[in-house]
């Protein structure tokens, strides 16, 4: 009995090995894949970088980044430092009046505003037309703008209205506060009044 027992749990446990390690197998081959597929995604996350690079290196002085995107935003800062460096110019131009005299002064003064133009341009121009991280920036700003939501001209004017008509009861409001508490403490002769300045704070001397 003993003996057959033996062989009945021998029996029974090489199966149970058996089914274990068949178990096992697909396990590890799921993680030989598992890990296959994050070195493949490793791989093309780093050649990403590397083939924008190559795209951007590519690209000529006058091929701009996206150029059906972020139009607005581009134009606008394009403007603002538009201003900025003719004000630069402006003010160089001036400032050279004073420190470069002779016949070639204004040929002086007009060189450096018209270099600081031409430079400052060619830097805005790179900076927004082929910067790829800052084409980016302004293309994901303008997409949060038009997710907006603006004000109709109807709320504005209705809270405008709101915002006058507070402004003006608070105003009178404390206005009369303001004389009941001087009539009160000149009464009680802790501030000392005259009619006439009274008159001319409440608006009665042209009576």
Not at 4 to 27: C, I, L, M, V, Y
């Amino acid at each position: 009995m003993g003996k057959n027992n033996q062989g009945r749990n021998g029996f029974k446990d090489e199966p149970s090995a058996a089914t274990a390690a068949a178990t096992d197998e697909p396990d590890m081959h799921d993680n030989h894949d598992d890990e296959e597929d994050d070195r493949d995604e490793r791989a093309e996350t780093r050649s990403a970088p590397r083939a924008e690079e190559r795209t951007e290196a590519r690209r000529g002085f006058f091929e701009i980044y996206k150029p059906s995107q972020g139009y607005y935003t581009r134009m606008s800062t394009a403007v603002a430092a538009g201003l900025m460096l003719l004000w630069a110019a402006v003010f160089v131009h001036n400032k050279l009046a004073g420190f470069v005299t002779g016949p070639s002064a204004q040929y002086v003064q007009v060189g450096a505003a018209v270099a600081i133009l031409l430079v400052g341009g060619l830097f805005v121009y790179r900076l927004l037309a082929l910067n790829r991280r800052m084409g980016d920036f302004l293309i994901a700003t303008e997409g949060e703008m038009k997710r907006v939501h603006w004000t109709s001209r109807r709320e504005i004017a209705g809270s405008t209205k709101v915002v006058i008509f507070v402004v003006l009861s608070l105003g009178i409001f404390l206005f009369l506060v303001d004389v009941g508490l001087m009539l009160f403490f000149s009464e009680i002769k802790v501030l000392r009044i005259m009619p006439e300045t009274f008159s001319k704070l409440i608006g009665a001397a042209g009576d």
